[in-house]
């Protein structure tokens, strides 16, 4: 409202703060000074609660490597897959530049026929070399008869199954890989949306977090995210970038 006054005050304004909450506030900064901000010094709350990856996108911003990522020409492209019945449907797709991963594009879609996501990675302004799937690929569907691995290479995609795994396993894969992710934040943002606010289940009945994910909005992206990480042998795919400088060491995150 134009009328209003806006006037920020914050804990270092109130003369008659207790020594008590001081300590209290000195403490929550030293334990994690990301949440500390949010409780005390009023800014956005960056990391939901029981998020998975959400401290790891608050490090990628700050260190600038949720940038600008261009594609590399000396690179080969891999895409990973969610596959949804109902769901949506989630494809990342990324190269491994060095030791460094750069995740190019972030589809998602609901209520689409397999084919109409074909046609959407062919239209990228470069080629797939291989496409990543989760385990479910290989089961035939009622109706065609037909496996969805079986479907996209039909249509000419050459295709993966990545072996069946432990959600967690492949969880704690990418917190280990994700300091070297370097993620498109445009055409990539509403995949950083789902890895930010991918998250354990609550119970409500006993008030504690389960050791499960929730199965929500969110978690395609991120179940895709990790379909890619495990369905890698780095020591494999290093390559070396056409680019002058690896992206890491360009001013700002940008090559």
Known sequence: NPDAICVEMNWNDNPFLPNELLQEKNLDYIRDSVKAQHIWGGGYEQIAEGAYYGRDVVQAENEHRIT????DRAANVYSCWDLGIGDAMAIWTF???GREWHWLHYIEGTSRPLGDYVDLLARLPYAITEH????DAEARELQTGKSRKQFLEERGLKVRVVPNHRVDDGIEAVRIAFNRFWIDETNCERGVEC???YRTEFDQKLNTIKSMPRHDEYSHGADAMRI???GVNENHMITQSDWSKPLSRAAGGVA
Do not use: A, E, T, Y
Not at 68 to 71: I, Q, S
Not at 132 to 135: D, E, G, K, S, T
């Open 195 to 197: 890895i930010r606010n």
């Open 132 to 135: 990543l799937l989760p385990h």
């Open 95 to 97: 190269q491994i530049i």
């Open 228 to 230: 890619g990480v495990m």
């Open 68 to 71: 600008r990522v261009p594609h």
